[in-house]
């Protein structure tokens, strides 16, 4: 999943954070609709607007994130 073609910044829209597509909708609340419980059916019932390609999208975006975190070697 190239996450880079969903993912958009726009400092017009919610402070400049990254959102879905343009969409007011951030990576941010679909990660944390994903780990608060809700399933991928719920979120695209509650927002119609998103694809599973939006949330595969924001799930790419968060390992790619976190592949690239530098890690601190143990002491």
């Known amino acids: ?7 958009t910044i726009d400092p017009e829209k919610r402070g400049g954070k ?8 951030t990576v941010y609340d679909v990660l944390e609709y994903l780990a608060s419980g809700m ?5 695209l019932t509650d927002f119609p607007d998103l694809t599973r390609e939006d949330i595969c999208a924001c799930l ?8 690239k975190l530098v890690s601190i070697p143990p002491s």
């Open 60 to 67: 790419a975006f968060a390992a790619d994130r976190e592949r």
């Open 39 to 43: 399933s991928e059916e719920d979120i």
């Open 1 to 7: 999943m190239d996450w880079k073609n969903r993912i």
């Open 18 to 25: 990254l959102c879905i597509r343009g969409l007011r909708m």
